[in-house]
């Protein structure tokens, strides 16, 4: 039995455990360790990620209509696996105790998100692992239907946004069914090696068609514009630890796809040479705009966001579009950048999804309107916010701003001042948006009804401060993950980055975390020395302020999340067309017209008359 | 890295942070004096500066409104203090090789993180408001501002500061290669630095100073600390990017300094303030569109 096996085996038994048991609160810490014995036998496979190894078969191999389906784990499929355990032990984890108790109380199944979540794992690694193109596309719809089950567990309004990914998913299934019938008419075969020698046999024309297909099948997963609409609300709406998972993981398996197929088997220089008429840029420029629209547009939809949910989602769109524009870039600085942020955007973003959740918990809404002044009652949730959000807007020393700073770094040295300022525009939608999040659930007044809050329980709060420490750490020694990443990019065919413990050590401007950290530290110890050197300070109540002769009270409310920034909305706002919202509508509508068309056809003509002018027709065809 | 070296190390990252104060605070001064001369005042004594920041930190009453507000003022100085050893100086290069400019712009939003944590404690409408001001400033600045930043490093093929310098030395002023990015650069500057017309964020008849409107005593003399680092780095760093950092020498460096600061403050107290979406819509429009052009010219000639 090779260690594959054991992980599958063992991520069939927390399935099982998660559907006998889920239900019961009390199993949810069994569950818990179930995951966490995942990620052991995943360290089993540290070899993988050493560069020891290349590649680690499971046994189990079948043949069907012809086809060999394997499944084998080499280093990106192990990195990802990791990332994929880490978050759903994490999630899990956070269920284990009071939320899970408080959530079957409300009356949601609780045993159905257990289910829904394990299903998600064992699918997204059947995904990771595939060894062929026909097993890629059997994980990529188990994982599809596991994700649609998990969305819709909340049941009432997720429901509707549930079915709405299903049906941006079917789309991005057919466009993927489309590719590999093709390919399999073509080459004879699904495997890998017969895939990559296809791509290099084809016209310009079907190399096209190939990587359109691939890219919005794909793409659909990662909500790359102009499929983002799904979504926000879809990961949102799911329950918090559910959408702390979906959050951090599932989409990357869009790019995972993209990863295997497009950059993998077809390779970039293939993307390089699919010109687009009319332009400079070939396919590869195309999908990395794809990338940096990705980022600004659903960034700078979260911004309008006063649900805290809707916001961390909309930025999770966002945080993709890094991702892809690193790794579309291709080279070694490019690509390392683009990957850690799978790593580092994951880490955040379930520690942010996990708080909000824990507010959610306390105060029993995530409406920016009715939260504020918090960090008096929950000082520890304040902190992981606090680490996840300087995370998310890419400010050292978190990890977030390691992986941004490779990508910025990459785009002066290839030149490409337009993607770069995208990029930053990405930086500064995201710091916008972040501080109203903290601000209105944290700082500023604290509603009368939130005075007797407590600090979320420990349950809650563990997994959450681990999260944060994995946040700052590997943003402190970005070299630990950059270890990781080197046999992806070697796997991939991509150029593997040198690196140090601190980051990388260019002769023409370089990163080292351990020192900026340091100095960071060494500046806020300064900083915190001239405080306490001036006079002692005392404590007044938040009411006790100049607010221009007037007397605030807790019943004069000033938080507000509408309309947070108005000098700029004042100017861009006129700019939120939803253009991509109509263009669905308009397709919808158009659909709806042609099935009632159809239906009042078929119901309105005479049948008598139809089944006279057939018959007619067959006589004079017979005769 | 062997003793002396550490040893000389550890000595730069103490001097660097104390010699960008005490320029800043002399960069204080010659603001209000510029300010006076232009409004027909004398204005204030020598060490006016100094003066203020003892008596602030002095000050018998000191008002909190939370462990927040304090760690805001801790980390908007530390972030700067923190900053400088980033950023080099004549004769000393502190850590610039462990974290270059790209590190350097992003290390100095901490501070304003800081500020945003601080004052979004007090709870106060118009420190509220004033913070919603300053971010939305800031998205209106640094977009041209990167686009210098993208600029410069692209000329330079480096984002090293320290080369940079090197290499004005060797080849002449950066100023002469990309005239329209140190254009666009000063631009910049003016927002950065919060002054007329862009000091939307304090608007004292508007908002009651918005971010400062809780800050008393050590708080304010923090801010004071801050605003006094605030005018060095941005200074240091202009003279950096375009003019060679003073070519390693002090006095020109400090001339330098003292004359890139000196234009932003001269049109600051002409002019009075403008609208939030003006100043975006102004930032969005000239600077970037020089900018544009200034990258334009780099790469392509």
Redesign the interface.
């Known amino acids: 039995m090779t260690p594959l096996d054991t992980l599958f085996i063992l991520s069939a038994c927390t399935l099982a455990v998660a559907w006998a048991f889920g239900r019961r609160p009390a199993a949810g810490g069994l569950i818990a360790v179930l995951y966490g014995g995942q990620i052991l036998a995943l360290a089993k496979m540290s070899g993988l990620a050493s560069g020891a190894l290349t590649m680690i078969a499971a046994s189990p191999s079948f043949e069907v209509l012809g086809q060999a389906l394997s499944w084998r784990f080499d280093g990106p499929a192990w990195f990802f696996a990791l990332i994929t355990l880490g978050a759903a032990f994490a999630s899990a984890w956070f269920m284990a105790g009071e939320w899970g108790e408080g959530y079957r109380r409300k009356g949601g199944r609780l045993g159905l998100l257990q289910v829904a979540l394990a299903l998600n794992v064992s699918s997204m690694l059947l995904l990771l692992a595939s060894g062929d193109l026909l097993s890629l596309f059997i994980g990529w719809e188990l994982m599809s239907w596991a994700s649609f089950l998990l969305m819709l567990s909340a049941g009432g309004v997720a429901v509707r946004w549930a079915f709405k990914y299903l049906i941006y998913a079917l789309g991005g299934a057919m466009a993927l069914l489309g590719a590999l019938a093709w390919i399999h008419a073509q080459a004879g075969s699904l495997q890998y090696a017969a895939v990559a020698g296809l791509f290099a046999t084809l016209s310009p024309g079907q190399a096209w068609t190939l990587v359109l297909a691939f890219a919005a099948g794909f793409g659909i997963k990662m909500a790359l514009l102009p499929f983002h609409l799904w979504q926000g609300p879809a990961y949102a709406e799911t329950p918090g630890p559910g959408s702390a998972f979906l959050g951090a993981i599932s989409s990357r398996m869009g790019l995972f796809g993209i990863l295997v197929v497009l950059v993998h088997l077809a390779g970039l220089d293939l993307l390089d040479r699919l010109l687009i008429p009319f332009t400079h840029l070939d396919a590869r420029d195309l999908l990395g705009w794809v990338g940096a629209f990705t980022l600004i547009v659903p960034t700078f939809i979260a911004v309008r966001q006063h649900d805290a949910r809707h916001l961390l989602a909309w930025h999770g769109i966002g945080q993709g579009g890094y991702m892809l524009i690193g790794v579309m870039q291709g080279d070694a600085l490019g690509s390392a950048g683009g990957l850690l942020h799978v790593f580092n955007y994951a880490t955040y973003q379930a520690a942010l999804f996990l708080v909000v959740t824990a507010v959610v918990h306390r105060t029993g809404t995530a409406d920016l309107n009715k939260l504020?002044?918090l960090?008096?009652r929950m000082?520890l949730s304040?902190l992981v916010m606090?680490v996840g959000i300087?995370g998310l807007a890419?400010?050292?020393p978190m990890n977030g701003?390691v992986s941004k700073?490779l990508i910025?770094?990459d785009l002066?040295?290839s030149?490409r001042?337009l993607m770069?300022?995208a990029t930053?525009?990405g930086t500064?939608?995201t710091?916008?948006s972040v501080?109203k999040l903290?601000?209105n659930t944290?700082?500023?007044?604290?509603r009368m009804e939130h005075e007797d809050i407590r600090e979320a329980p420990w349950s809650m709060l563990a997994p959450m401060l681990g999260l944060i420490v994995i946040v700052f750490l590997t943003g402190l020694m970005p070299g630990l993950v950059l270890d990781w990443i080197a046999p992806v990019q070697a796997a991939l065919g991509l150029p593997v980055l040198d690196h140090s413990l601190?980051g990388v050590d260019l002769p023409?401007?370089?990163?080292?975390m351990l020192?900026?950290v340091g100095?960071?530290f060494?500046?806020?110890?300064?900083?915190?020395l001239?405080?306490l050197?001036?006079?002692?300070?005392?404590?007044?109540h938040?009411?006790d302020?100049?607010?221009?002769g007037h007397f605030?009270t807790t019943e004069v409310r000033?938080h507000y999340s509408d309309d947070?920034?108005?000098?700029?909305m004042?100017?861009?706002g006129g700019w939120y067309r939803g253009s991509i919202q109509w263009l669905e509508r308009a397709l919808v509508s158009a659909l709806d017209f042609l099935a009632q068309w159809s239906q009042a056809w078929f119901r309105s003509a005479q049948p008598a008359l139809w089944l006279l002018g057939v018959t007619v027709f067959a006589l004079w065809w017979v005769v | 890295m062997n003793l002396t070296n550490l040893a000389a190390l550890a000595a730069e990252?103490l001097l660097m942070?104390l010699l960008a104060f005490s320029i800043g605070l002399f960069l204080v001064l010659l603001m209000r004096r510029i300010g006076a001369r232009l409004q027909r005042r004398v204005g204030p004594p020598f060490f006016q500066p100094l003066a203020d920041i003892v008596k602030?930190?002095?000050?018998?009453t000191?008002?909190?409104?939370?462990?927040?507000h304090?760690i805001g003022?801790?980390?908007?100085?530390?972030?700067?203090?923190?900053?400088e050893?980033?950023l080099p100086m004549p004769g000393m290069n502190g850590?610039a090789?462990?974290?270059?400019?790209?590190?350097l712009i992003?290390?100095l939003?901490?501070p304003s993180?800081g500020l945003?944590?601080g004052v979004?404690?007090?709870?106060?409408?118009?420190g509220?408001i004033g913070?919603?001001?300053a971010?939305?400033a800031?998205?209106a600045y640094?977009?041209p501002f990167?686009?210098v930043i993208?600029?410069v490093?692209?000329h330079y093929?480096?984002?090293?500061l320290v080369?940079m310098i090197a290499m004005q030395q060797a080849a002449g002023w950066g100023l002469w290669d990309m005239p329209l990015l140190a254009v666009a650069g000063l631009l910049s500057l003016q927002g950065m630095l919060g002054k007329q017309p862009f000091e939307?964020y304090v608007a004292p008849a508007e908002i009651?100073t918005g971010p400062m409107?809780?800050m008393g005593?050590?708080y304010m003399?923090?801010l004071f600390?801050m605003q006094a680092f605030q005018l060095y780095t941005a200074g240091a760093l202009y003279a950096t990017l375009f003019l060679g950092g003073g070519d390693g020498h002090w006095p020109t460096f400090l001339l330098q300094v003292f004359v890139v600061m000196a234009i932003p403050m001269s049109i600051a107290f002409q002019f009075p303030r403008y609208?939030?979406?003006q100043?975006?819509?102004w930032f969005w429009r000239w600077p970037v569109a020089l900018g544009?052009a200034g990258?334009a010219l780099v790469?392509h000639f």
């Not at chain 1, 944290?442 to 604290?446: D, R, S």
């Not at chain 2, 093929?157 to 090293?160: A, I, Q, S, V, W």
């Open positions: 504020g002044g960090v008096t000082p304040f606090l300087i890419g400010l050292p701003f700073w910025y770094r002066i040295s030149g001042p770069f300022v930053v525009i500064l939608g710091i916008i501080y903290i601000h944290f700082l500023g007044q604290l601190g023409n401007g370089g990163l080292d020192w900026v100095l960071l060494a500046g806020f110890g300064v900083g915190a001239l405080f050197a001036g006079n002692r300070h005392r404590y007044v938040p009411l302020n100049y607010a221009g605030l000033y947070f920034y108005p000098g700029l004042h100017l861009i | 990252l942070p602030f930190y002095a000050k018998e000191q008002i909190s409104h939370g462990l927040i304090d003022i801790v980390m908007a100085v530390g972030g700067y203090v923190a900053a050893a980033l850590l090789d462990k974290g270059d400019v790209l590190t992003y290390f939003m901490i993180l945003a944590l979004g404690q007090c709870a106060n409408p118009n509220s913070i919603s001001r971010l939305t800031m998205v640094d977009i990167v686009i993208f600029g490093a692209w093929g480096t984002t090293n080369d939307i009651a409107v809780e005593g050590k003399g923090g600390v609208r939030t979406e100043m975006i819509s544009l990258i790469m």
